[in-house]
């Protein structure tokens, strides 16, 4: 009895210890509510970063008895808006193997460039999509036939898809014939070997800066019988660009976009009542490159071919061509084949007198 008299005075000592204290100022009372505030923000902001937004919603959708069904895109190996072929970190699929390499693309159904070689260079034939594989045959559908004639069954082809890493090595190519080929099907693929590594592309590409430096003249081929003299003398190109005081890029100009060893593209304009170019259409491309050691222009004459058509609108299509081979220019247009070439050349080599 005596014990609970001291504990109840003992504790009622404390309770008004705590009465005693004195209200808490304004301002420190507004300081603690602002940093518990901030606290609480910056860890919505770290839930937010580890997260993400979408995450965060797909988990309570999920768990709402709703039944709406969100699909799991880190199973999948990606996250929305990155390449087929990339893992949620942005980074290349890594794989372990070769069936691993083909489960994946299938999977995927990651789009495959097939490329073959022809007259010392490689041509893209088709864009296709991987849709199977049965032991060393890869089955693909066709997204897009560049060149069905170079798709003949016995074909070697080059198939290069999207990167992967095996053993800290990138792959994205393997070799191959083409077994089989149908028109509502598909075609069918068989590996002629190990998965290795091929550059994209062949020839580097160079921006054209200053248009005033390269001239182009073409003429659609209606057949492989052809006169170079005829056609030089007597018709009209189908496409000209020739910009005399043009210098930076302008999308409503004809100009030349880029150009390299294999190939050039460029927006152009067709002649009224002039042959209009589409893909696979052979063509006699005739090109003057200013060279500044010479303070001259170079004339080339080129046999090429049409790999890529599309409408830009208002009278503008975009254009890309392979270079085929090289032709002997007759001597007697190296000067001629463009007005003016002369005064051209002399107005770039003195820029001050314009």
């Known amino acids: 009895m005596i014990q609970s008299k001291v504990d109840s005075r003992f504790l009622g000592t404390i309770q008004d210890?705590?009465?005693?204290?004195?209200?808490?100022?304004?301002?420190?009372?507004?300081?603690?509510?602002?940093?518990?505030?901030?606290?609480?923000?910056l860890l919505i902001g770290y839930w937010l970063k580890k997260y993400g937004v979408k995450k965060l919603i797909y988990d309570l959708l999920k768990k709402t008895p709703l039944g709406i069904h969100i699909g799991d895109e880190?199973?999948?190996?990606?996250?929305?808006?990155?390449?087929?072929?990339?893992?949620?970190n942005g980074e290349p699929w890594k794989v372990s193997s070769d069936q691993d390499i083909l489960d994946k693309l299938v999977m995927s159904r990651s789009q495959v460039d097939v490329l073959v070689e022809r007259s010392g260079q490689r041509s893209l034939a088709a864009v296709v999509n991987a849709a199977g594989v049965e032991s060393l045959d890869v089955v693909v559908t066709f997204k897009d036939l560049v060149s069905e004639g170079l798709l003949i069954p016995g074909t070697q082809v080059?198939?290069?898809?999207?990167?992967?890493?095996?053993?800290?090595?990138?792959?994205?190519?393997?070799?191959?014939?083409?077994?089989?080929?149908?028109?509502?099907?598909?075609?069918?693929?068989?590996?002629?070997?190990?998965?290795?590594?091929?550059?994209?592309?062949?020839?580097?590409?160079?921006?054209?800066?200053?248009?005033?430096?390269?001239?182009?003249?073409?003429?659609?081929?209606?057949?492989?019988?052809?006169?170079?003299?005829?056609?030089?003398?007597?018709?009209?190109?189908?496409?000209?660009?020739?910009?005399?005081?043009?210098?930076?890029?302008?999308?409503?100009?004809?100009?030349?976009?880029?150009?390299?060893?294999?190939?050039?593209?460029?927006t152009g304009t067709f002649r009224a009542g002039g042959n209009v170019i589409s893909r696979n259409d052979k063509v006699l491309l005739c090109m003057l490159i200013y060279?500044?050691?010479?303070?001259?222009?170079?004339?080339?004459?080129?046999?090429?071919?049409?790999?890529?058509?599309?409408?830009?609108?208002?009278?503008?299509?975009?254009?890309?061509?392979?270079?085929?081979?090289?032709?002997k220019i007759p001597p007697r247009k190296r000067s001629t084949l463009f007005k003016g070439q002369a005064v051209m050349a002399m107005s770039l080599a003195n820029p001050e007198r314009e």
């Open 158 to 266: 080059k198939c290069i898809f999207p990167e992967m890493v095996r053993d800290k090595k990138k792959v994205n190519a393997f070799v191959g014939l083409v077994k089989s080929k149908s028109e509502d099907k598909g075609m069918v693929l068989t590996r002629r070997s190990s998965f290795g590594f091929i550059k994209r592309r062949v020839f580097a590409r160079r921006k054209v800066a200053d248009q005033r430096y390269i001239k182009i003249k073409i003429w659609r081929l209606e057949s492989e019988d052809y006169d170079v003299d005829f056609i030089l003398d007597n018709t009209e190109p189908d496409i000209l660009i020739d910009n005399r005081k043009f210098h930076t890029p302008n999308a409503s100009v004809p100009q030349v976009l880029d150009i390299s060893k294999g190939g050039i593209a460029l």
């Open 291 to 327: 060279q500044p050691a010479r303070k001259a222009f170079q004339p080339h004459l080129i046999y090429a071919e049409a790999r890529a058509a599309r409408s830009m609108g208002k009278g503008m299509t975009r254009l890309s061509f392979q270079f085929m081979r090289s032709l």
């Open 17 to 41: 210890s705590f009465h005693g204290l004195p209200p808490m100022p304004g301002p420190v009372k507004n300081f603690f509510m602002f940093l518990g505030a901030a606290l609480l923000l």
């Open 74 to 88: 880190e199973s999948e190996g990606r996250g929305k808006g990155l390449p087929k072929n990339v893992a949620r």
